[in-house]
T-cell receptor, first 113, second 113 residues
């Protein structure tokens, strides 16, 4: 069975450009999470969805960040305009309802020049 | 004080050694405890998942939870070079509708052949 699928795996772009990261969660999972990982801060939760509805976006660093989940099998995280300090690895994870573990994709390594 | 504290290491051990990885936490509401393994340039992969206090064994891996001390451990017996990775502890209070995981910063382990 396929796990969480993220694309692209790597993205290099110039400051000011729009960046869109994509995620396909595991089929049947009710929750979807977006994380950012850096050496300095570790894994940080940015936003999570339950049944396609955003529940908590308090981790989104600024208005430049936005996330959508138009259906149960697809979500995007958008940064516009991008800045060098946004460089990090962005992970998507999904899980079932209740106290079940989260399953992660392999991430998008983002570099903003 | 962080919710979850984990020694970042790095930790280097010879092949065949017993490895002990640990996390402490401050929130007594945590009931679900996980260990994730993260290889370089990959997403965190669920390794162990336990509920409340006690031990859980899976092959060479044993997870221990001591809720009275707010302390969890992962033991790796007969460590192998393929165990070289970053290990992250994670925990959750597990309330329905609030699947948030609190992560440690990860311990980087190297097993030397």
């Amino acid at each position: 069975d396929a796990g969480v699928i993220q694309s692209p795996r790597h993205e290099v772009t110039e400051m000011g450009q729009e960046v869109t990261l994509r995620c396909k969660p595991i089929s049947g999972h009710d929750y979807l999470f977006w994380y950012r990982q850096t050496m300095m801060r570790g894994l940080e939760l940015l936003i999570y969805f339950n049944n396609n509805v955003p529940i908590d976006d308090s981790g989104m660093p600024e208005d430049r960040f936005s996330a959508k989940m138009p259906n149960a099998s697809f979500s995007t995280l958008k940064i516009q305009p991008s800045e060098p300090r946004d460089s990090a690895v962005y992970f998507c994870a999904s899980s079932f309802e209740g106290p079940s573990p989260q399953h992660f994709g392999d991430g998008t390594r983002l570099s903003i020049l | 004080q962080k919710e979850v504290e984990q020694d970042p290491g790095p930790l280097s051990v010879p092949e065949g050694a017993i490895v002990s990885l640990n996390c402490t936490y401050s929130n007594s509401a945590f009931q679900y405890f996980m260990w994730y393994r993260q290889y370089s340039r990959k997403g965190p992969e669920l390794l162990m998942y336990t509920y409340s206090s006690g031990n859980k064994e899976d092959g060479r891996f044993t997870a221990q939870v001591d809720k009275s001390s707010k302390y969890i451990s992962l033991f790796i017996r007969d460590s192998q070079p393929s165990d070289s990775a970053t290990y992250l502890c994670a925990m959750s209070a597990g309330q329905t509708g609030a699947n948030n995981l609190f992560f440690g910063t990860g311990t980087r382990l190297t097993v030397i052949p």
